[in-house]
Antibody
Framework: EIQLQESGPGLVKPSQSLSLTCSVT?????????WSWIRKFPGNKMEWMGY???????NYNPSLKSRISITRDTSKNQFFLQLNSVTTEDTATYYC??????????WGQGASVTVSS | DIVLTQSPATLSVTPGESVSLSCRASQGISTSIHWYQQKSNESPRLLIKYASQSISGIPSRFSGSGSGTDFTLSINRVESEDFSVYYCQQSYSLPRTFGGGTKLELK
């Protein structure tokens, strides 16, 4: 069974970078899934942020412009989210998810991140 | 971007009732729609994929239908554990998008 777990700081200051790690167990991230980041804002709106494929290619939501980067460490079976120049509007719960045949069928438990000075 | 509009925003029901939740896409997306349930303080759980395909481990009272722009998630005889928020999500094109959610609450 695939399991995902997010980790990282729960508080980030405005203008700084948000960095989160997703640790995957039960599956090797180079084997065939795509690996996504999704966030849920206060008030229930959900936003897909981007993904890194099993081969290492990436695709990002244009709404995040050049602020986002998704990378991976295959030796640790982890992938990462970096979001630069954060504002209070980036306050959200961040989820990592495994995607097979375009379906998000495995989710982490979520990491709450608050952007505040 | 493809906009998904869910209705109603909130649905108040009593256990035992059967309900239908709607998701409308801003353009035709074939059957590339998936439904998720999110209970309070939990992560989303996949209920239905590709509009009507069932998922292992999901109760049979959940079913989906539709194609093109109009989709429906049906719950036959709602149980107390079903009170949560439901989202639709499209995989027809990038960027992936979600609907705004329907909250199913106890009347």
């Amino acid at each position: 069974e695939i399991q995902l777990q997010e980790s990282g700081p729960g508080l980030v200051k405005p203008s700084q970078s948000l960095s989160l790690t997703c640790s995957v167990t039960g599956y090797t991230i180079t084997s065939g899934y795509d690996w996504s980041w999704i966030r849920k804002f206060p008030g229930n709106k959900m936003e897909w942020m981007g993904y890194i494929s099993y081969s290492g290619s990436t695709n990002y939501n244009p709404s995040l412009k050049s602020r986002i980067s998704i990378t991976r460490d295959t030796s640790k079976n982890q992938f990462f989210l970096q979001l630069n120049s954060v504002t209070t509007e980036d306050t959200a719960t961040y989820y990592c998810a495994g995607v097979t045949r375009y379906v998000m069928d495995a989710w982490g438990q979520g990491a709450s991140v608050t952007v505040s000075s | 971007d493809i906009v998904l509009t869910q209705s109603p925003a909130t649905l108040s029901v009593t256990p035992g009732e059967s309900v239908s939740l709607s998701c409308r896409a801003s353009q035709g997306i074939s059957t590339s729609i998936h439904w998720y349930q999110q209970k309070s303080n939990e992560s989303p759980r996949l209920l239905i994929k590709y509009a009507s395909q069932s998922i292992s481990g999901i109760p049979s009272r959940f079913s989906g239908s539709g194609s093109g722009t109009d989709f429906t998630l049906s719950i036959n005889r709602v149980e107390s554990e079903d009170f949560s928020v439901y989202y639709c999500q499209q995989s027809y094109s990038l960027p992936r998008t979600f609907g705004g959610g329907t909250k199913l609450e106890l009347k």
